[in-house]
C-alpha cells in the first residue's frame, strides 16, 4: 500500500525559514518520482517542486523558483523540500505525490499525502 506522510509544516515569520518532510512507503523512489504542491484557500493547487526519479532532476514552479529546495535521501525514502525568505503569500496546506513521470500538473498524480499546514504570519 502507497503511503505519503508530510511533516514539518508549522508557524514562521515572515522572512524565515522551514524544512518539510514527505515520508514514503510502498513505493521506491528510484523509480517514481515525488512532487510537492500547495494549496492556499480559495486557490488552486499549484506544484512547488518536482524531483525525477532515475536522473535526480529537479523542476520548480514559478510561485517559489529561488526560494524553494527539494532534495531526498533514498535510504530513507524521504524527499524534503526546504522553504525560505518566506512569505505571507505562501501559506497553505503543502503536498507530496507520487507518479511515474516527473511534472508539476497536479492531475497527473493519485498518490497523494495528507499535507502540512504552512503558515507565515508575524
Known amino acids: 500500500q502507497v503511503q505519503l506522510v508530510e511533516s514539518g509544516g508549522g508557524l514562521v515569520q515572515p522572512g524565515g525559514s522551514l524544512s518539510l518532510s514527505c515520508a514514503v512507503s510502498g513505493l521506491s523512489l528510484a523509480r517514481y518520482a515525488i512532487a510537492w504542491f500547495r494549496q492556499a484557500p480559495g486557490k488552486e493547487r499549484e506544484g512547488v517542486a518536482v524531483?525525477?526519479?532515475?536522473?535526480?532532476?529537479?523542476y520548480y514552479g514559478d510561485s517559489m523558483r529561488g526560494r524553494s529546495t527539494i532534495s531526498r535521501d533514498t535510504a530513507k525514502n524521504t524527499v524534503y523540500l526546504h522553504l525560505t525568505t518566506l512569505e505571507p503569500e505562501d501559506t497553505g496546506v503543502y503536498y507530496c505525490?507520487?507518479?511515474?513521470?516527473?511534472?508539476?500538473?497536479?492531475?497527473?498524480?493519485?498518490?497523494w499525502g495528507q499535507g502540512t499546514q504552512v503558515t507565515v504570519s508575524p
Open positions: 505525490a507520487a507518479d511515474l513521470v516527473a511534472t508539476l500538473f497536479f492531475t497527473a498524480y493519485e498518490s
Open positions: 524531483m525525477s526519479a532515475r536522473d535526480n532532476n529537479k
